[in-house]
């Protein structure tokens, strides 16, 4: 199982429903947004930018489910998270994708995009939208 987190309520609800499948194995995938059409590297995250928004929220997630009693792996990337979501899916032969909503209006959605429905539009396998 591949639960995506951005350290989001929604997110944390997300990880929480791993615990309705029994003893998954789970891998966590954390994705640090980038400027379109940058490289997918390190140095394309502003200085930084990689401890504030993965160190605290991911140290947050694997907390969450050593509590759950529920053993983690972890993907740590940049880029476009729905992207690199759908990428680790495929490269990684997950069974199903979990992702949080963050309960965006049409408005939002059109013109942000909505990295859950791009998500659960193309992975390669089952995905469960937790709100």
Same mark, same amino acid.
């Given at each position: =199982?591949?639960?995506?987190?951005?350290?989001?309520?929604?997110?944390?609800?997300?990880?929480?429903?791993?615990?309705?499948?029994?003893?998954?194995?789970?891998?966590?995938?954390?994705?640090?947004?980038?400027?379109?059409?940058?490289?997918?590297?390190?140095?394309?995250?502003? $200085?930084?930018?990689?401890?504030?928004?993965?160190?605290? $929220?991911?140290?947050?997630?694997?907390?969450?489910?050593?509590?759950?009693?529920? $053993?983690?792996?972890?993907?740590?990337?940049?880029?476009?998270?729905?992207?690199?979501?759908?990428?680790?899916?495929?490269?990684?032969?997950?069974?199903?994708?979990?992702?949080?909503?963050?309960? =965006?209006?049409?408005?939002?959605?059109?013109?942000?995009?909505?990295?859950?429905?791009?998500?659960?539009?193309?992975?390669?396998?089952?995905?469960?939208?937790?709100?």
């Amino acid at each position: =199982m591949l639960v995506a987190y951005d350290g989001s309520p929604q997110a944390l609800r997300a990880i929480e429903w791993t615990t309705r499948f029994g003893q998954p194995e789970v891998t966590v995938i954390s994705v640090v947004p980038t400027l379109a059409g940058s490289e997918r590297i390190a140095d394309a995250v502003p $200085p930084g930018g990689r401890e504030l928004v993965q160190g605290e $929220p991911l140290t947050g997630a694997l907390e969450a489910l050593r509590v759950l009693d529920i $053993p983690a792996t972890l993907i740590e990337t940049a880029g476009n998270p729905a992207e690199e979501i759908i990428r680790a899916a495929e490269e990684g032969g997950f069974d199903l994708v979990v992702v949080g909503s963050q309960g =965006m209006n049409a408005i939002e959605r059109f013109l942000l995009g909505s990295v859950s429905a791009r998500v659960a539009r193309f992975a390669p396998c089952p995905v469960l939208v937790v709100r």
